[in-house]
């Protein structure tokens, strides 16, 4: 057995819900809560309703529910349509250092468990355990400078996690790993030029192909034998890998170093928002001369580069476009999603601003990424007049982490586009009580969209 996938399985299969620390746990429900918020906010979206409709196309009793319905399906598209809805807004947590969205492996741990008819504490070990494989395989690799997708290190974690509610033993959970590994290659094509769709379903689609991989696993279906150190294997693509020591035994539990987003934006433009809504209240927007964004290179050259950033044309592309988000949050002073509606994107203020913006490389804040998100932009005024401001961490980054209450306060404003206010209340209360929960038949019901 591929020693790497042999540490993987190891870990997995010997985890237990009595390992967790009290804060692993909260922290968990914290993320739940804050997942399914973001996928209840993006229940009406286009790419939601297409993933959703698919699934609805098949009825197994047996099977998996698809969020917001009672209806069930076969898991991996369950898996698929839920992961969408949780993506695509692009308001689930996210690593600090562009390792991706480690909550998209949620969508893939729900299936497996809501077949398995997993409890509550079965589904926070999966995911706590996901979460330290999704961050083993990205800081291990850390492909994206080999033109790979983040979404990879997801369908791994999801496979894992699934394959662990799932209840397979140490030689099948290996089998999922490999599963996972070979067949789902994604390429970061994903994330540049003028984006797509796509952008916001590739990570459901990981979640579909995770939890396919360990269902496999799970019915017999071996995998190759060594898909990382193999003479093909992963290792051609990342050079050496070595898989750190996973949590426990006085090592940190990686799913607390995540950061929830509390603004609904790519995670690079967390600070630039930040440091935008402060200079809001300084300048006027129609005496701005120039804007200039001080950032990491890596923010640079996802949201801050290509010409497309200037002139985005799709929800997918504006949610990743550092000139647009600086010129709406400074002409608004305040963030709101809604930046990214159709009517927005034509707004000829927000088009004149981004023509006076300029996003640069700073070497020191390169430097000091991704330990610190550092942003600082400056404002020059017609009158001569000079602004500037900076921060070091967006409010969620678990070095400036939100509290219950600022969770409970984001899901209430996305839940609220999906359920009643009563229902919100009654989905906040269910979600809460996950560590309690027998199943998850009490969750799906509370969630249930009903208009």
């Not at 250092?97 to 909550?103: A, K, L, Q």
């Not at 034998?225 to 003479?231: H, L, R, V």
């Not at 009158?383 to 509290?403: L, Q, S, V």
Request: overall charge negative; hydrophobic content about 40%.
């Amino acid at each position: 057995m591929d020693k790497n996938v042999a540490l993987i399985a190891d870990y997995a299969h010997a985890l237990r819900y009595s390992d967790l620390p009290a804060d692993v746990v909260h922290h968990c429900k914290q993320i739940v809560v804050d997942t399914f918020g973001v996928a209840l906010g993006a229940f009406d979206a286009e790419p939601c309703v297409i993933a959703r409709d698919m699934a609805l196309r098949t009825s197994v009793a047996s099977g998996a529910c698809v969020l917001g319905t009672d209806h069930r399906t076969l898991p991996e598209l369950a898996a698929f349509a839920n992961g969408v809805m949780t993506r695509y807004l692009d308001g689930n947590d996210a690593y600090p250092g562009g390792g991706g969205h480690p909550s998209d492996v949620i969508a893939a741990i729900l299936a497996a468990a809501d077949v398995k008819g997993a409890s509550g504490q079965d589904v926070i070990t999966a995911i706590v355990l996901a979460y330290e494989v999704f961050y083993a395989i990205w800081a291990t690799t850390n492909l994206r400078h080999k033109g790979m997708d983040n979404v990879f290190y997801g369908t791994i974690g999801g496979a894992v996690g699934a394959a662990k509610v799932l209840g397979l033993d140490r030689k099948r959970m290996a089998e999922a790993v490999s599963l996972s590994i070979v067949p789902n290659v994604s390429l970061d094509a994903t994330r540049y030029g003028n984006l797509s769709m796509w952008k916001g379903c590739a990570a459901g689609n990981g979640a579909r192909n995770g939890v396919f991989a360990a269902l496999l696993a799970e019915a017999g279906l071996t995998g190759p034998e060594k898909p990382i150190e193999g003479e093909h294997g992963l290792e051609k693509l990342s050079g050496a890998f070595k898989l750190a020591p996973f949590a426990g035994a006085g090592r940190p539990y990686r799913i607390c170093e995540s950061t929830l987003k509390y603004f609904l934006s790519e995670g690079h433009s967390l600070s630039p928002i930040t440091v935008a809504l402060q200079l809001s209240k300084q300048v006027n927007v129609d005496d701005i001369e120039k804007v200039t964004v001080y950032t990491y290179w890596f923010a640079w050259d996802v949201i801050g580069k290509e010409p497309e950033k200037w002139r985005p044309t799709t929800r997918e592309a504006a949610d990743h476009s550092m000139p647009y988000i600086i010129a709406a949050t400074l002409i608004d002073r305040a963030f709101s999603d809604e930046v990214f509606a159709d009517e927005r994107l034509r707004d000829p203020r927000i088009q004149q601003l981004m023509d006076k913006i300029e996003v640069k490389e700073d070497k020191e804040i390169t430097r000091q990424f991704p330990d610190k998100l550092k942003c600082r932009i400056e404002i020059a005024t017609k009158g001569g007049g000079r602004k500037i401001a900076e921060t070091d961490y967006p409010r969620g980054h678990y070095k400036n982490p939100m509290n219950d209450d600022e969770v409970n306060t984001k899901f209430r404003g996305l839940a609220q586009r999906a359920l009643s206010k009563d229902g919100v209340e009654r989905a906040l209360d269910a979600l809460w009580q996950l560590d309690s929960a027998k199943d998850l038949g009490a969750i799906f019901k509370a969630v249930k969209v009903t208009h």
